[in-house]
Structures are given as structure tokens and as C-alpha cells.
């Protein structure tokens, strides 16, 4: 099979050379792939489209000795909206940049490239912190390591208290017995709430929910030191603030969502 | 690549080049023979590389490289000094420059954008250019029409708009001699969106 077709999402898109770029797709059939785009950079290249990060579309690759190639390419779809503003562009990033240290190459995980997709759609109108929020949550069930929220992981016991304890090394959240063996850290009860309603709510009515700036940065920095625990790994778009942009995140605080 | 059956030092030449962007460890080792086989071309190469690297330095004002401090371009009189034009790279400055198009002076922030290679506003040029604003009124944005790019425009307006500066960006569309039908929908929109009356 030295010519073989991918339905795929650029999750990465790196300059490459003279004038390449190096693309890691994350595809429907064939799980991760990484293909260079040759020329790509010059303004004439008819494959420029398709070879911009955030790009979903449809690519025939060439099976080289080294690195993969692309043939021929024709985006779907681009994602204006993930150009146009900083916020939905970071979220975005962060999504990439999750799936990518989560999976490995030659693996295929159909569930996770709908998830990305469809979160990729939803992030023109909703929250894209929230969404990015709902995305590692589920993206960690889908790929086996769903944290128990509701419960004490360790015993089943009921969770109790306004400060909650949660551990990614026990898989979710404890109860002040079983937190004693644990390295973790604290939220607060309403933020494992919230949590618990974006690994478990309805995708679509996600934005219908609400936090402020301090749940915010609780849940992403939770989430961000559960997923880095659970895959060993540095997660650098997640360490770069939105707060780099003064009022940035605070912009989108009660604002009306599409209910 | 193992280069253990050469002489130590050409191993070390090889591998050096190898570390050059677009080269990999063939072209590294073609190139390398080469230069033993013409030792006038390696020495001028060599004493090429090290004066540039001796002289040439970054502007203190607008990040460019450089022989004199400030540049030429800086300490041009007749350049408008209150529009910036903000690139990615010094490439960038010569692709401008290039055009004669462009009469105010450059600001280099050597980079986008990138949080996924983690780089962030703290590893470009960005405090260089918030420290020189004095009598600008309008800030261009050339950046590369990548997610990246965008992304790094947007961040810049961001922090520049509550200055009281205008900040603009140069149209991204069609390339010049190319044909509509092939053109992909990103671009086209870009285009409709950079209309102009005629
Ligand atoms: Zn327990
Ligand atoms: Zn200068």
C-alpha cells in the first residue's frame, strides 16, 4: 500500500525545511500519522489550505521510506473561527496538544478523533474554556482512565465537606480516610460538581453552564496536573495563560449562552 | 546516523551541519566531503561564518540583525517614524523592503505565537516593542497568514488598542498571477473580507 487516503485533523503543523511543513494528523481509520507537506509554504502550493493547523479534510498520503508524504489534499472544513480570536485559538491548542501526548502512532481511536471534531464545531459559539474542560474529562474516559468524580475512588464512600480531595493516582476524587495514601490536591465541592457535569452532561447543552474565574482556574489547573500525572508528560499550552490577555477570560463571564 | 567509521573531526563537521535547518545527514555528508575537497571554499566559508557571527547583531530597536546599532533603518531620517511595521523574522524586513512599498520603520519579534512548542510572549520581541511606542500612531501587522500568526496579531492588537493606537493588518488574498477556481475558501474569504472600492 504505498498510496493510502486519510479523513484526518491537523493537529500540529510545523515549518519543515525550505518551504515544507511537517503535519501530525489525527485521523478517523488510521489513528495519529505524521506526513510532510512539500512546498507548502510558498503562496502558489495548492495544498497551503490543507496543511494549516485546525485544518479537517481529506488527504491521500504516500508511504516513504523516512516520513510519509502528502499527495493530494482538500480541506473539508477550517475552522475560521479558531483564526479569529485568541481565546478559541488557545482552547483549540490545548486540544491538540492534549490528544497528541495522550496517543500513540499505529493505534486507532475512532470515539476520540468524533470528540475532537465535534468540539472543534461547538468552539465557535460556546465557552472554549469550558469545552476545553469537557474535552480533557472525556477524552481521559475514552482512553480508559474516566475519573471517578462522585465517589470516593478508593472505597465508594460519600465525599462530604466544602474542600474535596482528588488524586490522579487513585483515579479521582477520595474521602478524607482513603486521602491519607494519596498525593493530590484540593478543590472546591462546586468546581468537582461542575467537573462532574462536564465529563457526564450533554455535549450540546454544555454552554448552559456557568463558572467564574476562580472555578476556572481551578478546574484547567486540576485538569492540567491530572492529565500530566496520568500521561508523564508536560503539557506547555496549558501552562501558557489566557490571563496573558488582560480581562481575556473575564470577557466571557455570564455571558448568554444559546439557551 | 552513525558516523563512528570517520576521522573524529569530519564525524564532528558532519554532524554539525546535520543541525542546520532543511539538512539532513546525507546532504550533511555530501556537503562535508565537498568542503575537504575544496579547502578555499571551506576557508572562506569558515571565515565567513565567524565574522558574521562577530559582527552582526540585534538592532536595540527594533530587533533586526544588524552591523551598526541602530540600524540603518532606524536611523533613517526620512523614514516615518510613527507607523511600525511588526514582522516575524528579518527575512520578513527584506521581503518588505524588497517592495519600496513601505516608508515607516519595523519592529522584529523573531517568532509567532506557539503555545504548543511553548513559546509565549515572554520568548519574542514583545516587551522590545511595548517599549517603543512613544509617537506611533499606527501598528501594521505582517505576520505569516498562519493560526499562529493570527493568533500572535490578535494578541498584539490586544495590548496595543488601549494604547490609542490604530492597529491594522495587511490584506491576505490571492496570489498575484493565480487562478480564482483553485484558490481554497480561507483564502477567497480572506480576500472578500480585504475588498477595496474601485
Ligand atoms: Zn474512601
Ligand atoms: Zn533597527
Known amino acids: 500500500m504505498a498510496v493510502y487516503h486519510a479523513d484526518a485533523l491537523v493537529i500540529r503543523s510545523r515549518e519543515y525545511g525550505e518551504s515544507d511543513r511537517l503535519l501530525t494528523l489525527f485521523s478517523r481509520e488510521m489513528g495519529k500519522l505524521q506526513a510532510l507537506a512539500k512546498g507548502v509554504r510558498k503562496p502558489k502550493s495548492r495544498q497551503r489550505a490543507a496543511a494549516q493547523l485546525f485544518t479537517y479534510g481529506e488527504y491521500l498520503l504516500h508511504r516513504g521510506r523516512t516520513l510519509d508524504t502528502v499527495n493530494e489534499a482538500s480541506p473539508k472544513e477550517s475552522f475560521p473561527h479558531l483564526w479569529n480570536d485568541y481565546d478559541r485559538t488557545l482552547a483549540a491548542t490545548r486540544v491538540a496538544e492534549l490528544l497528541d501526548m495522550a496517543t500513540i502512532p499505529g493505534q486507532i481511536y475512532p470515539e476520540a478523533f468524533t470528540l475532537t471534531l465535534t468540539v472543534f464545531f461547538l468552539l465557535e459559539h460556546f465557552d472554549p474554556y469550558l469545552l476545553q474542560g469537557a474535552y480533557a474529562l472525556r477524552l481521559l474516559r475514552l482512553l480508559g482512565y474516566a475519573p471517578r468524580l462522585g465517589e470516593c475512588s478508593e472505597c465508594g464512600g460519600a465525599l462530604c465537606g466544602p474542600r474535596l480531595f482528588i488524586s490522579s493516582a487513585a483515579g479521582g476524587a477520595l474521602c478524607l480516610t482513603c486521602r491519607e495514601q494519596y498525593a493530590g490536591r484540593w478543590i472546591s465541592a462546586g468546581s468537582m460538581a461542575l467537573m462532574r457535569q462536564l465529563l457526564n452532561g450533554e455535549m450540546r447543552k454544555l454552554d448552559r453552564l456557568r463558572w467564574n474565574a476562580m472555578m476556572q482556574q481551578e478546574i484547567l489547573e486540576t485538569l492540567r496536573a491530572y492529565c500530566e500525572e496520568t500521561f508523564e508528560r508536560k503539557l506547555k499550552s496549558w501552562q501558557m495563560g489566557s490571563a496573558a490577555v488582560e480581562g481575556g477570560g473575564q470577557d466571557r463571564d455570564g455571558k448568554e449562552g444559546s439557551t | ?198
Open chain 2, 1 to 198: 546516523m552513525n558516523f563512528l567509521q570517520y576521522p573524529r573531526p569530519l564525524a564532528d563537521l558532519i554532524v554539525a551541519l546535520s543541525r542546520l535547518p532543511g539538512i539532513g545527514p546525507k546532504t550533511a555528508g555530501r556537503l562535508a566531503f565537498y568542503l575537504l575537497q575544496q579547502p578555499e571554499a571551506a576557508e572562506s566559508l569558515a571565515q565567513a561564518i565567524r565574522e558574521a557571527k562577530d559582527t552582526i547583531s540585534q538592532c536595540s530597536i527594533c530587533c533586526n540583525f544588524t552591523d551598526v546599532d541602530p540600524c540603518g533603518i532606524c536611523e533613517n531620517p526620512s523614514r516615518d517614524q510613527s507607523i511600525l511595521c511588526v514582522v516575524e523574522q528579518p527575512r520578513d524586513v527584506a521581503a518588505l523592503e524588497k517592495t519600496r512599498e513601505f516608508k515607516g520603520l519595523y519592529h522584529v519579534l523573531h517568532g509567532c505565537l506557539s503555545p504548543m512548542e511553548g513559546i509565549g510572549p515572554d520568548q519574542l520581541k514583545v516587551q522590545e516593542l511595548l517599549r517603543r511606542l512613544e509617537g506611533v500612531r499606527e501598528v501594521v501587522m505582517a505576520l505569516n497568514p498562519t493560526v499562529e500568526g493570527e493568533a500572535t496579531s490578535l494578541y498584539l492588537a490586544k495590548l496595543l488598542k488601549p494604547l490609542g493606537i490604530m492597529v491594522t493588518r495587511i490584506a491576505h488574498g490571492l496570489p498575484v498571477g493565480g487562478d480564482l477556481e483553485y484558490a481554497d475558501e480561507v483564502t477567497i474569504a480572506r480576500a472578500l473580507e480585504g475588498r477595496r472600492q474601485l
